[in-house]
């Protein structure tokens, strides 16, 4: 298929762009508006540099590449788009009106080519995979300046692109740069057709995560209002639906051997909030709703952490964390953020969107990896009955974290070329 072909799929199949919409505004109030924004209505101000950030996970790690490109280049006006309410959200924390904000159009023609004529870019920054032919394609016809920053390619993703090399391989061919995170994943750029000149191995920009001060004594003082101080306290962080009962499972058998044990479950998705609760209640747990502000008692087994921004301080709030999309077939989220917060971490077996990141951590003996609920309760039960073999976890993670950091200034040293140069 090349791009012509996709081009007319998409519009064959744009009504079903609309019923998509649609059936996530039925279960999230963030979907039900801001429609135009997505067929490139919006009206929008011509910006120096365009950054597309994806969703939350990506947002978080361009933050500090954001920040620093700000410091650095003050006179560019800049606009950050993202494509899930959670990314827009971190973006507009982050930055209020410093910079110009949206969600970045589906990838029709029409869509992709007002968008960027009102925007006129001259460089363009893109985190991770978020790569769509029409984008890139247009752009570049523009005299764009293409980078692909934090890049990450895992086989599989390399093996989809090499089955549609009609399509992948013009699209990746015109990426200016490439800052990929590891030597394997810079290989299979390569081997899908780009020029090895343009792929520089950097790390990853999830290792620069900054956590302050205020973040850590925030956390502490939370566990002490929960009256929790000695007993065992753990997060499912990032959970999705199917992985809900394995995580309620894991806590029942750990109720069982200290009946003070306190689970904070708190979901991937705002849409998910009141599910969990409803699985929650419905299996008999003393639970509360973060975002009813109740207090937690001697009691309480359970806290849903249905608020967005808290899931970090959570993770320091505790001892132990599961991160979620491992256990069913997603790829996983994140799982440096409970360890750049002192805490070690359990994953399932499909964490490949961070596969290296993962060993890494695993052979340090900062993470473990389980296969199931019961043996995710396994893990927590050995850990909460040998604390010194928790705190070497913590440990063993965190210094996984500080022996590498750097990707940012590395990132931002191709970038800062990357905005010297003049267009084309």
Request: proline share 5%.
């Given at each position: 298929m090349n791009r012509f072909f996709y081009s007319a799929l998409l519009y064959l199949l744009s009504p079903l762009l609309l019923a998509y919409l649609a059936f996530r505004a039925i279960k999230s109030p963030d979907y039900r508006g801001r429609w135009g924004e997505r067929f490139g209505l919006a009206q929008l101000k011509p910006t120096d540099l365009l950054i597309h950030s994806v969703s939350m996970g990506e947002t978080l790690a361009a933050i500090p590449l954001i920040r620093l490109i700000m410091q650095m280049h003050p006179e560019l006006s800049i606009t950050v788009t993202t494509t899930s309410p959670t990314g827009s959200a971190e973006v507009r924390k982050a930055f209020g009106d410093q910079v110009q904000h949206c969600y970045l159009p589906f990838d029709l023609p029409w869509c992709v080519s007002r968008f960027l004529r009102q925007l006129s870019p001259k460089w363009c920054i893109i985190m991770e995979t978020e790569l769509w032919p029409n984008l890139v394609e247009l752009a570049a016809k523009r005299g764009v300046r293409l980078m692909l920053a934090n890049a990450r390619l895992s086989a599989k993703s390399a093996a989809q692109y090499a089955k549609r090399s009609q399509l992948s391989r013009p699209m990746l061919q015109r990426l200016d740069v490439i800052a990929?995170?590891?030597?394997?994943?810079?290989?299979?750029?390569?081997?899908?057709?780009?020029?090895?000149?343009?792929?520089?191995?950097?790390?990853?920009?999830?290792?620069?995560?900054?956590?302050?001060?205020?973040?850590?004594?925030?956390?502490?003082?939370?566990?002490?209002?929960?009256?929790?101080?000695?007993?065992?306290?753990?997060?499912?962080?990032?959970?999705?639906?199917?992985?809900?009962?394995?995580?309620?499972?894991?806590?029942?058998?750990?109720?069982?051997?200290?009946?003070?044990?306190?689970?904070?479950?708190?979901?991937?998705?705002?849409?998910?909030?009141?599910?969990?609760?409803?699985?929650?209640?419905?299996?008999?747990?003393?639970?509360?709703?973060?975002?009813?502000?109740?207090?937690?008692?001697?009691?309480?087994?359970?806290?849903?952490?249905?608020?967005?921004?808290?899931?970090?301080?959570?993770?320091?709030?505790?001892?132990?964390?599961?991160?979620?999309?491992?256990?069913?077939?997603?790829?996983?989220?994140?799982?440096?953020?409970?360890?750049?917060?002192?805490?070690?971490?359990?994953?399932?077996?499909?964490?490949?969107?961070?596969?290296?990141?993962?060993?890494?951590?695993?052979?340090?003996?900062?993470?473990?990896?389980?296969s199931s609920g019961q043996e995710l309760a396994e893990n927590l039960i050995q850990y909460f009955k040998q604390p010194v073999l928790c705190q070497q976890a913590a440990k063993a993670g965190l210094a996984v974290v500080e022996a590498n950091r750097g990707a940012l200034q590395r990132q931002f040293a191709l970038a800062e070329l990357l905005l010297t140069r003049q267009t084309a």
């Amino acid at each position: 298929m090349n791009r012509f072909f996709y081009s007319a799929l998409l519009y064959l199949l744009s009504p079903l762009l609309l019923a998509y919409l649609a059936f996530r505004a039925i279960k999230s109030p963030d979907y039900r508006g801001r429609w135009g924004e997505r067929f490139g209505l919006a009206q929008l101000k011509p910006t120096d540099l365009l950054i597309h950030s994806v969703s939350m996970g990506e947002t978080l790690a361009a933050i500090p590449l954001i920040r620093l490109i700000m410091q650095m280049h003050p006179e560019l006006s800049i606009t950050v788009t993202t494509t899930s309410p959670t990314g827009s959200a971190e973006v507009r924390k982050a930055f209020g009106d410093q910079v110009q904000h949206c969600y970045l159009p589906f990838d029709l023609p029409w869509c992709v080519s007002r968008f960027l004529r009102q925007l006129s870019p001259k460089w363009c920054i893109i985190m991770e995979t978020e790569l769509w032919p029409n984008l890139v394609e247009l752009a570049a016809k523009r005299g764009v300046r293409l980078m692909l920053a934090n890049a990450r390619l895992s086989a599989k993703s390399a093996a989809q692109y090499a089955k549609r090399s009609q399509l992948s391989r013009p699209m990746l061919q015109r990426l200016d740069v490439i800052a990929v995170q590891t030597q394997a994943e810079a290989q299979r750029f390569i081997d899908l057709g780009v020029a090895a000149d343009r792929v520089t191995v950097c790390g990853s920009l999830k290792f620069d995560l900054s956590i302050t001060p205020d973040r850590l004594t925030l956390a502490r003082e939370l566990r002490q209002t929960w009256g929790k101080e000695t007993a065992p306290v753990w997060v499912a962080g990032s959970v999705h639906p199917g992985e809900f009962d394995a995580m309620l499972s894991a806590h029942k058998r750990l109720l069982a051997k200290w009946p003070e044990a306190l689970l904070i479950i708190a979901p991937r998705h705002p849409e998910q909030f009141a599910a969990v609760a409803d699985v929650v209640a419905r299996q008999g747990f003393e639970y509360v709703r973060r975002s009813d502000a109740q207090a937690i008692t001697a009691t309480t087994q359970v806290l849903v952490g249905d608020t967005m921004g808290e899931l970090l301080t959570f993770y320091g709030a505790a001892d132990q964390a599961f991160v979620g999309g491992t256990l069913i077939e997603n790829g996983g989220h994140n799982p440096l953020e409970p360890v750049a917060m002192g805490v070690p971490v359990m994953v399932g077996p499909n964490h490949w969107d961070f596969a290296q990141i993962t060993q890494m951590l695993a052979d340090a003996g900062g993470l473990r990896i389980v296969s199931s609920g019961q043996e995710l309760a396994e893990n927590l039960i050995q850990y909460f009955k040998q604390p010194v073999l928790c705190q070497q976890a913590a440990k063993a993670g965190l210094a996984v974290v500080e022996a590498n950091r750097g990707a940012l200034q590395r990132q931002f040293a191709l970038a800062e070329l990357l905005l010297t140069r003049q267009t084309a």
